[in-house]
Structure formats: structure tokens, C-alpha cells
């Protein structure tokens, strides 16, 4: 009986991919000797943790279940951000439709709709703010309401108006009551801004606040340190200027001769992008 039981938990063991060592001669096994756990990879301890007293019962096989002609395909998602690109191949309409439907992180749950990004899709300016507020979830487009008419108006300043640059997100979701992206969610939303780059080639991207600069950057630097200094985004080579969010421009009127300098830097490195 120990033998079958031994053998059922080895079984048990190999179906989860846990590889047991077997010495040739076993050890005599005392009664009061207590069972202990299998040391694992910490890999794989969600699933391979298993203690000797949990094992009793083999498990039933269930064979793989076969696709068929009216399951639905699954819908190509994200991975981590790498230096290499986004590892999307979606073109605009495939994108925005995959940005619809994903389920990458908890702010799906309850979400009322994404805001995929709106503007120009030849931009050569491309704008990233942080996360979509309560009107742009209603509305579906980023930077509406005084924070985006205030950008409207910085768009002006530098000679653009607001359909002739695509504006995004480093989030698609709104957040619960406007809090701060957790780095978990912004690890998971990248690729989809990552493609969105990859299909505007823009010549100048301009992150506002230090939420979008940070993840632009992969940088933890202040927001006081990442302005005034030229940088490029991942290795596109593509420059990228840091700035104030319009949302805090609002509150801190003081600071709009900073931005203003920014956005003059934009507009020159713009200018040589065209020449």
C-alpha cells in the first residue's frame, strides 16, 4: 500500500513538471518521521508546492480541450516593454479594436470604455499625457475639459492646431478616482502606446507630467531633473521633451514661462526634424 501511494504521489508530481530525485537504495522510513515539503524553484512555487500529506488522491486526466470552428480567436496581447519594440504587428484599426478588449490588468474591470489616442495618424508631433480623467472615459478622447483646452492652447503657441498631432495616453484606462497608474498597470499598457509609436514614426514626442515622462523614459528621476535636457525615446532615436502637465499648469500658473521655454525647444527640434 506505501508503494502504490508513493507512486501515485511521484505521478502527481511528474504531471506538474516537478522533477524528483530517487536515491537508488531509499532510506528505511520511520513512522514518526513528519512529512515534509518538496523543495521547488521559486519559479514554480504557484504551482509545485506541494506537501507529501496533500497528495492522497492521483489526479484525473483531462484531455486538452480542442479548438473548434466557433471558439472565438484570441485577441493578440501585449508583453513587457523591451527596448526592441512593441511586438505588435496590428496596424490602426486592428490596434484600436485589440486596445478595446484588453484585459491586461485590473483597470478592465471597471472601465466604461478605453480612450485609444485621437489626432492625426501622419502626426510628426506626438503628445502623451498620463491617464484618461472621468470626462475623457465619457467621452472617449484623451485631454478634454480645462486641462485640454489649455492644451489646445499650447498647440496654438507652437503653430499646431490640435488635429494636425496625435495625442495618447501612457494609460488607455481610466484609474478608480483618478489615482496615480501603478507600475504594474503601466507594464502592461506600454506595447499598445510602443505600437502606436511604431506606426507614427512622429519626429518629436513631448511628455507632460512626470507619470508620462517616467514611463517614456523608464526613468525615476523628478519631473524638475527629466525637463530642460534633451532625450530620445527607448532606442527609436525618436527625441522626447519633457514638460508640465496642463492639469498642473492650471494650478500653478507661475510656471507656464517653463513651459513655454519647453514648447519652444519642441518647435525647434521640429523644425530641424522637417529641414
Given at each position: 500500500?506505501?508503494?502504490?501511494?508513493?507512486?501515485?504521489?511521484?505521478n502527481?508530481?511528474?504531471?506538474l513538471?516537478?522533477?524528483?530525485?530517487?536515491?537508488?537504495?531509499?532510506?528505511?522510513r520511520?513512522e514518526?518521521?513528519?512529512?515534509?515539503?518538496?523543495?521547488?524553484?521559486?519559479?514554480?512555487?504557484?504551482t509545485?508546492?506541494?506537501?507529501?500529506?496533500?497528495?492522497?488522491?492521483?489526479?484525473?486526466?483531462?484531455?486538452?480541450?480542442?479548438?473548434?470552428?466557433?471558439?472565438?480567436?484570441?485577441?493578440?496581447?501585449?508583453?513587457?516593454?523591451?527596448?526592441?519594440?512593441?511586438?505588435?504587428?496590428?496596424?490602426?484599426?486592428?490596434?484600436?479594436?485589440?486596445?478595446?478588449?484588453?484585459?491586461?490588468?485590473?483597470?478592465c474591470?471597471?472601465?466604461?470604455?478605453?480612450?485609444?489616442?485621437?489626432?492625426?495618424?501622419?502626426?510628426?508631433?506626438?503628445v502623451?499625457g498620463?491617464?484618461?480623467?472621468?470626462?475623457?472615459?465619457?467621452?472617449?478622447?484623451p485631454?478634454?475639459?480645462?486641462?485640454?483646452?489649455?492644451?489646445?492652447n499650447?498647440?496654438?503657441?507652437?503653430?499646431?492646431?490640435?488635429?494636425?498631432?496625435?495625442?495618447?495616453?501612457?494609460?488607455?484606462?481610466?484609474?478608480?478616482?483618478?489615482?496615480?497608474?501603478?507600475?504594474?498597470?503601466l507594464?502592461?499598457?506600454?506595447?499598445?502606446?510602443?505600437?502606436?509609436?511604431?506606426?507614427?514614426?512622429?519626429?518629436?514626442?513631448?511628455?507632460?507630467?512626470?507619470?508620462?515622462?517616467?514611463?517614456l523614459?523608464a526613468?525615476?528621476?523628478?519631473?524638475?531633473?527629466l525637463?530642460?535636457?534633451?532625450?530620445?525615446?527607448?532606442?527609436?532615436?525618436?527625441?522626447?521633451l519633457v514638460?508640465?502637465?496642463?492639469?498642473?499648469?492650471?494650478?500653478?500658473?507661475?510656471?507656464?514661462?517653463?513651459?513655454?521655454?519647453?514648447?519652444?525647444?519642441?518647435?525647434?527640434?521640429?523644425?530641424?526634424?522637417a529641414?
Amino acid at each position: 500500500m506505501a508503494d502504490a501511494a508513493e507512486q501515485r504521489r511521484l505521478n502527481y508530481l511528474a504531471r506538474l513538471g516537478v522533477d524528483v530525485w530517487v536515491p537508488r537504495e531509499p532510506a528505511a522510513r520511520t513512522e514518526a518521521a513528519p512529512a515534509t515539503a518538496i523543495p521547488v524553484e521559486a519559479s514554480s512555487v504557484e504551482t509545485a508546492s506541494v506537501e507529501t500529506a496533500s497528495v492522497e488522491t492521483a489526479p484525473v486526466d483531462v484531455p486538452p480541450t480542442q479548438p473548434t470552428e466557433s471558439s472565438p480567436q484570441p485577441q493578440p496581447q501585449p508583453q513587457p516593454w523591451v527596448a526592441g519594440g512593441s511586438g505588435l504587428t496590428q496596424d490602426w484599426p486592428e490596434l484600436a479594436a485589440a486596445v478595446s478588449g484588453c484585459r491586461q490588468c485590473g483597470l478592465c474591470e471597471g472601465r466604461t470604455q478605453t480612450v485609444f489616442g485621437s489626432g492625426a495618424r501622419d502626426a510628426r508631433l506626438l503628445v502623451v499625457g498620463e491617464a484618461p480623467g472621468a470626462d475623457e472615459e465619457r467621452l472617449g478622447e484623451p485631454f478634454v475639459g480645462p486641462a485640454g483646452g489649455l492644451l489646445d492652447n499650447m498647440l496654438l503657441a507652437m503653430g499646431l492646431a490640435r488635429e494636425q498631432v496625435f495625442i495618447a495616453n501612457t494609460l488607455k484606462c481610466r484609474p478608480p478616482r483618478n489615482r496615480d497608474p501603478r507600475p504594474e498597470e503601466l507594464r502592461a499598457c506600454a506595447p499598445w502606446l510602443q505600437r502606436q509609436v511604431e506606426l507614427l514614426q512622429p519626429g518629436l514626442i513631448l511628455a507632460l507630467g512626470r507619470v508620462a515622462a517616467q514611463s517614456l523614459l523608464a526613468s525615476d528621476e523628478p519631473l524638475g531633473r527629466l525637463r530642460g535636457r534633451a532625450h530620445h525615446y527607448g532606442a527609436t532615436g525618436i527625441p522626447l521633451l519633457v514638460s508640465y502637465h496642463p492639469a498642473y499648469l492650471l494650478r500653478m500658473p507661475s510656471e507656464k514661462a517653463k513651459a513655454w521655454q519647453d514648447l519652444k525647444r519642441g518647435m525647434a527640434l521640429l523644425r530641424r526634424e522637417a529641414a
